[in-house]
């Protein structure tokens, strides 16, 4: 690559990131953790270059970067140098934040931090929305019921940042609200809201200089049994306890508008410039309510489902943007529509050898991983069964749960 070839440098990189930094035309810098798990040991070797950095380390990051800075003098129609992009909602924090320190491109700080604080961005979209959302503040255990009982029951109640869904908490009642505010801290920091029903939608944008433009909507798959551990013969490999996603979804012209319109409202509102974002909501009698957003993709395998359905490469379109670089387009065949589900273990075992081949068998699947121990944080499914296993399915045809044949339930082993 030339002198003028601009570096993407990534924190805590996936294989597929590093493959997105070459097609575009840059060059890679992966930086890695000192806990990073071994698929970003393996992205880092396949980088044009790697540090190893706390890079949670603020001034332990600019240390091992700061030559990249660009003068508050440079010419605007000069292509940007590098820029400094994360793959979860602390590394996207974290990579603003760097951007702004060294005048590199990128969305700002502010902006990502709007994301994730929920009671911030719920307060703005509010205000911009035909669907606005009651919600409260809560910063002490003692006001929790009170304010609980303002925003009426049901109603959820979650810590006001952190994404993925994690630490959410249905209250129906006032006893519920005082039995959850004795196991909480003195002084938590949380948003109570109304509680939402309907379907859960995801929407995921792609932004470039302020535009955003939707790439896909996908809706969650919930369980049809609640419970893991008896599915029943006939139940479908892919129904039953299955949890994940679908897309595309056909909601019709005039509601898919009214998604549209509430995900790029919601980006607008927040600040949002570059790069990839999901925006989470429910489809609810009144219409689309927020229900989150993040400003990067969320954790493998969402960027392949998107991949196997829409041609994107969320990576590289993301990279592409920020560093100046043409548009990557779209890959010459994607399925159309794709699935993803994570099959729960029984007993938190792993499931057994033939279950798994019994997957991959399945007409459409084209990967399978079994997984042991807790999901990560902010998984893509919403699933935190240990051992799970999940599917990636794209197909040409529109998908169907029952078209896929059933199978009896396998025993699981250690």
């Known amino acids: 690559m030339t002198s003028g070839t601009p ?61 990249f ?22 590394g996207s924090l974290v990579a603003a934040r760097a951007n702004e320190s060294l005048g590199l491109p990128g969305n700002p700080h502010a902006a990502v931090a709007y994301l994730t604080d929920k009671a911030a961005l719920r307060d703005r979209v509010n205000r911009s929305t035909a669907s606005p959302v009651r919600f409260e503040r809560c910063d002490r255990v003692a006001a929790l019921v009170p304010t609980a ?63 955003h433009a939707v790439l896909a909507v996908s809706r969650r798959v919930r369980p049809a049994n609640p419970s893991p551990a008896s599915p029943g013969p006939g139940t479908s490999l892919l129904a039953g306890t299955a949890r994940g996603w679908d897309l595309p979804v056909d909601l019709g012209r005039r509601e898919l508008s009214r998604v549209h319109r509430l995900a790029e409202a919601t980006l607008t509102a927040a600040g949002h410039r570059h790069g990839h974002a999901r925006v989470e909501m429910v489809l609810t009698r009144r219409g689309p309510a927020l229900l ?6 969320g954790a493998d395998p969402f960027p392949e489902l998107l991949a196997a359905a829409t041609g994107h490469d969320v990576h590289a379109l993301a990279l592409a943007g920020v560093l100046g670089r043409p548009d990557p387009g779209v890959r010459r065949s994607p399925a159309r529509y794709a699935g993803l589900r994570r099959i729960p273990s029984v007993d938190g075992l792993s499931p057994a050898p033939e279950r798994v081949e019994a997957a991959r068998a399945v007409p459409g699947v084209v990967s399978v991983e079994v997984r042991r121990g807790p999901s990560a944080p902010g998984d893509a499914s919403g699933c935190s069964d240990e051992g799970a296993g999940r599917v990636v399915e794209p197909r040409h045809g529109f998908p169907r749960v029952a078209a896929f044949r059933p199978v009896p339930p396998f025993p699981s082993s250690p």
Not at 169 to 194: K, Y
Not at 292 to 297: G, K, L, S
């Open 7 to 67: 570096t993407a440098i990534l924190l805590d990189p996936a294989p597929a990131a590093v493959r997105a930094a070459r097609k575009v035309g840059a060059r890679s810098l992966a930086l890695a953790s000192p806990a990073a798990p071994p698929e970003v040991r393996q992205a880092c070797l396949m980088a044009d270059e790697r540090v190893d950095v706390d890079w949670f380390d603020h001034p332990s990051l600019l240390e091992a970067i700061h030559h």
């Open 69 to 90: 800075a660009d003068p508050p003098t440079r010419s605007s129609n000069r292509r940007p140098r590098a820029s400094v992009l994360g793959f979860t909602a602390v």
């Open 149 to 211: 009982e303002r925003v009426g029951f049901p109603c959820v109640v979650k810590p006001r940042t952190g994404s993925g869904g994690t630490d959410v908490h249905l209250l129906r009642s006032a006893a519920e609200a005082e039995v959850f505010s004795r196991r909480s801290a003195p002084e938590p920091a949380l948003i109570v809201e109304e509680y939402l029903e309907g379907p859960e939608l995801r929407v995921d944008v792609h932004s470039r200089d302020g535009r």
């Open 292 to 297: 989150e957003a993040d400003a990067h993709p």
